[in-house]
């Protein structure tokens, strides 16, 4: 079972942020976040992932909160291109190597 | 370039066939992996493969078999055993399984008829 929560669907308009919320009340202290984004009939993309800290790419940032139960991926300036399936999930990064859970996702859409 | 291959992108069989679809890597990754993916759905883990000649049934392994002979080669092998085959499938790789980022190819769409 996927151990986090995201809305069903977003929109947003082009030019502006994106913010996507991801529930994950129950994640461990050695559970990273990962995110990751499946245009339509393509194979998923990685954008992000974390731990503690925010962290930032050319694609995205990663915000998550102090408890770690929830975090917000920003897409600072949102183009229609953005339009897609946002996958959050958590996984464990030790000598376990949980498998990766892809939940139903956050469909966005981009408005012109 | 770099990446992972599937090919080919759209496949049709028809029922009590079995089908294989390849997925090739060139980015000297060890664990590969097979998902697959119906409409409106996230992705459900087949099999997956840690290192050449070894691999593991993920949670829907039922009618599907894979090999690993090599490191860049994962196929997967849809039997007649699998009662709804019909699907998006999915390969990826990472470098290693802990410390993976996994990176996706851009999948088969298989329809029995």
């Known amino acids: 079972d996927a151990k986090t929560t995201q809305p069903t669907s977003m929109d947003c308009a082009e030019g502006r942020a994106a913010n996507l919320p991801c529930n994950h009340s129950?994640?461990?202290?050695?559970?990273?976040v990962y995110w990751y984004r499946q245009i339509h009939s393509q194979g998923p993309q990685y954008i992000i992932h974390?731990?503690?800290n925010n962290e930032t790419n050319e694609m995205a940032s990663l915000i998550i909160t102090e408890d770690r139960k929830s975090s917000t991926l920003i897409l600072p300036h949102a183009t229609l291109r953005d339009t897609a399936v946002y996958y959050c999930?958590?996984?464990?990064?030790?000598?376990?190597?949980?498998?990766?859970?892809f939940g139903p996702g956050t469909r966005l859409s981009v408005l012109p | 370039d770099g990446g992972i291959t599937q090919s080919p992108k759209y496949l049709f069989r028809k029922e009590g066939q079995n089908v294989t679809l390849s997925c090739e890597q060139n980015?000297?990754?060890?664990?590969m992996y097979w998902y697959r993916q119906d409409p409106g759905q996230g992705l459900r883990l087949i099999y997956y493969?840690?290192?050449?000649?070894?691999?593991q049934k993920g949670d829907i392994a039922e009618g599907y078999s894979v090999s690993r002979e090599k490191k860049e080669s994962f196929p997967l092998t849809v039997t007649s055993a699998q009662k709804n085959p019909t699907a998006f499938y999915l390969c990826?790789?990472?470098?290693?399984?802990?410390?993976?980022?996994?990176?996706f190819g851009p999948g088969t769409r298989l329809t029995v008829l």
């Open positions: 990826a790789s990472s470098a290693d399984r802990v410390r993976d980022t996994q990176y």
């Open positions: 129950t994640i461990s202290g050695n559970e990273y």
């Open positions: 974390g731990l503690k």
């Open positions: 999930i958590v996984r464990v990064g030790d000598n376990y190597g949980q498998n990766f859970v």
């Open positions: 980015l000297n990754h060890d664990a």
């Open positions: 493969s840690q290192i050449v000649n070894d691999f």
